[in-house]
């Protein structure tokens, strides 16, 4: 069967998009419903591939997940019976994990499959589990079967510092926390604004959880019951891919809505290659191209630093941008699946291998000394892309992959498409609407 993007490069693309909510906000949202009472309403839930997945999954628990209008989710957990997680669907989304902490409040104990590697690194939750034992939750991995089996006897308490941050780590403390014995306190926690999204959806349904920068502190408190429906944020992610194709494809997008704050390190590095942004309002943010942008490097962190999911993107622009630059990836292992696809469009990169002083503190992953690791690229600019055949292997290479497509001359046949709709809603649509040729086949 096709999965695939035909896109014919070069057309104009102008005009208004409108952001679809955050992949990375939903996700936690419906797992946090399942730790309420009652019915749960999400608004503006993007109708994605990840998020078909996730309501699979925990229907298949005896959750009741349905679209009642286009983007508004309801859950009731009512029906809630089933403490062990699917094998096949639960490997294949990677959050599945994060249902440990409604399956222990629920059930007392639970199994969730190990979610694995993926495409983009190892991905082990090593500090994630040693973060759940901190706070008084036995958990064990049983390799035979694939999955952990984790126990509350009793309700959590105590405190937890992470060596290095965890987005979704400090996600699933914080909703391990919520039924707590006493007050529990996480350190060093990770700061994504995603995370503040989830503290908000509890907080509005009664829970007591409280940031004071990389210190989030959640009081106890006995049930979350919601009052009001839920709207999930925009996504920054698809507003950065955006303004990617309107600097990379000399055109002119406006996104909404989005608060710039969000995605401020991407603004302000678009400001230094010479890139046209204007901030017009609290929500509405024009990215257009100017005269040919300067190269520039960047390397990635952690929220509030240049994120790892904008990386792929900035690459892309980085190909019509004059002279040389470089990415330096620090939070994930392999996050440069997309070079061998740009390279066939005619591209110039190459991976170089930067010193490190410290590489066990500088990357965030779990650097081992013995593996072999393809950290930083060189992009020469600018080049003139053509049209060819590639394939997308994840989800943000995905779209510089499609940003490729409509900047190349000619046409291009991109395979994968489904993996880009893992995280993309109605991309095709959006494209077309301001001018880009795109189909799916
Ligand atoms: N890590 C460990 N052990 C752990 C936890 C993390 O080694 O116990 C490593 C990870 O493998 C990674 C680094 O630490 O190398 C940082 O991982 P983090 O846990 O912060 O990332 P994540 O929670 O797995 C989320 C997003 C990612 C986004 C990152 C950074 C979701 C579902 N995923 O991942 O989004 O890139 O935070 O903000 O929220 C995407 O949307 O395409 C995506 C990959």
Request: net charge positive; charged share 20%.
């Amino acid at each position: 069967m096709e999965d695939a993007y035909i896109i014919k490069g070069g057309n104009p693309v102008r005009g208004s998009v409108k952001l679809s909510g955050a992949k990375n906000a939903s996700l936690k949202a419906i797992i946090a419903s399942l730790l309420f009472e009652g019915e749960v309403v999400l608004e503006n839930v993007p109708v994605i591939n990840d998020v078909k997945e996730l309501i699979h999954l925990v229907k298949l628990l005896g959750v009741k997940a349905e679209f009642k209008s286009e983007n508004t989710l309801h859950i009731d957990t009512t029906n809630l019976n089933q403490n062990k997680v699917d094998l096949l669907h639960g490997s294949n989304i990677r959050v599945s994990f994060m249902l440990f902490a409604p399956l222990l409040y629920k059930f007392g104990q639970c199994e969730v499959p190990n979610p694995g590697g993926c495409r983009i690194g190892a991905r082990p939750i090593d500090r994630i589990v040693s973060g759940m034992k901190s706070l008084g939750v036995e958990v064990e991995y049983i390799s035979e079967t694939g999955y952990y089996s984790a126990k509350m006897k009793r309700k959590p308490s105590g405190k937890f510092f992470f060596e290095k941050p965890s987005h979704t780590g400090t996600e699933l403390l914080i909703m391990l926390s919520v039924f707590g014995k006493d007050q529990i306190i996480i350190e060093n926690a990770a700061l994504e604004p995603e995370i503040d999204e989830l503290i908000k959806f509890l907080n509005e349904g009664g829970a007591k959880i409280q940031r004071q920068n990389s210190k989030i502190i959640i009081s106890p408190v006995n049930k979350l019951v919601q009052k009001k429906p839920f709207s999930i944020i925009s996504d920054r992610n698809e507003a950065v891919t955006f303004a990617s194709l309107a600097i990379a494809a000399e055109g002119d997008i406006i996104v909404s809505p989005i608060n710039h704050q969000s995605i401020i390190n991407f603004i302000n590095a678009l400001k230094q290659i010479g890139a046209g942004v204007n901030i017009m309002s609290d929500t509405h943010i024009r990215f257009y191209y100017k005269s040919k942008v300067k190269s520039m490097n960047v390397s990635t962190s952690p929220h509030p630093g240049f994120m790892t999911d904008w990386q792929p993107n900035w690459a892309i622009i980085m190909t019509q941008a004059n002279g040389s630059s470089i990415i330096h990836e620090r939070v994930f292992e392999n996050r440069f699946s997309y070079v061998e696809e740009l390279r066939k469009l005619g591209a110039d990169i190459e991976y170089v291998k930067l010193p490190v002083k410290d590489p066990f503190k500088y990357f965030y992953f779990n650097y081992d000394s013995l593996k072999k690791y393809n950290q930083a690229i060189k992009i020469i600019g600018p080049q003139k892309l053509h049209g060819g055949v590639m394939k997308i292997s994840d989800l943000r290479a995905g779209a510089t992959i499609a940003i490729a497509g409509l900047i190349a001359e000619g046409t291009s046949v991109v395979n994968g498409a489904s993996i880009m709709e893992r995280g993309y809603e109605n991309f095709v649509k959006k494209v077309s609407a301001i001018g880009g040729e795109i189909k799916k086949v």
